[in-house]
């Protein structure tokens, strides 16, 4: 009877202690694939609940090839870095509006350790605004012209002293 007893609380303790820490813990970051990660900023972690650079908040005009009008969002481990390279995990999603106001294309990038570790270990995706990824990986283009700031992490929008 004892022993039915002890054996029935340890597990109780073991459940109540992995729940917590599974109630606790960071949902698992998405690996650097196009729809995992429109799914993690999506709906595991909806980016819109995100922050903004504090010297570059909601809607700021943009230059080519983004578009006329953008908005940044950046999950907890970009805002909390406080000096370039930022933390793995880091995200920035770019909202890029036309002249209209209206969504146009969602740009993303997303710091994954050993992705790309001579251009800064960032995943690039342009997305339509329903999550189809018509770019993806490391284009060209992205990493080249963000790469006139790699001494800033290759963000262009939020200065890192
Ligand atoms: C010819 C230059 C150029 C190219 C190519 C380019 N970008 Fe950008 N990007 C910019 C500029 C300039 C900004 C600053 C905001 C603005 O003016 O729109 C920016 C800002 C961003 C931001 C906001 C975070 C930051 O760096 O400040 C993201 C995310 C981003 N770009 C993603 C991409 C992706 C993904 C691609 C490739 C599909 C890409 N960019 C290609 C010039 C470029």
């Not at 073991?14 to 694939?33: C, N, R, S, V, Y």
């Not at 729809?35 to 010297?55: E, G, H, M, N, R």
Request: charge should be positive; aromatic fraction near 16%; hydrophobic fraction near 35%.
């Amino acid at each position: 009877m004892k022993y039915r007893f002890a054996t029935t609380f340890s597990i109780v303790i073991a459940l109540t202690i992995g729940f917590t820490i599974w109630a606790f813990a960071e949902p698992a970051m998405p690996k650097a694939d196009p729809d995992a990660l429109w799914t993690y900023i999506t709906k595991v972690s909806p980016y819109d609940k995100w922050q903004f650079w504090p010297d570059h908040q909601g809607m700021q005009p943009g230059r080519a090839p983004h578009g006329p009008f953008h908005k940044v969002y950046v999950n907890n481990r970009a805002f909390h870095s406080s000096n370039a390279p930022v933390q793995f995990g880091s995200i920035e999603v770019k909202e890029n509006y036309g002249k209209d106001k209206k969504l146009k294309v969602v740009t993303v990038m997303y710091k994954v350790k050993g992705y790309n570790p001579d251009d800064g270990d960032w995943f690039w995706v342009k997305y339509s605004p329903d999550g189809k990824a018509a770019k993806f990986g490391k284009p060209k283009g992205c990493v080249g012209c963000h790469g006139t700031r790699a001494a800033n992490d290759f963000i262009l929008v939020h200065e890192f002293k």
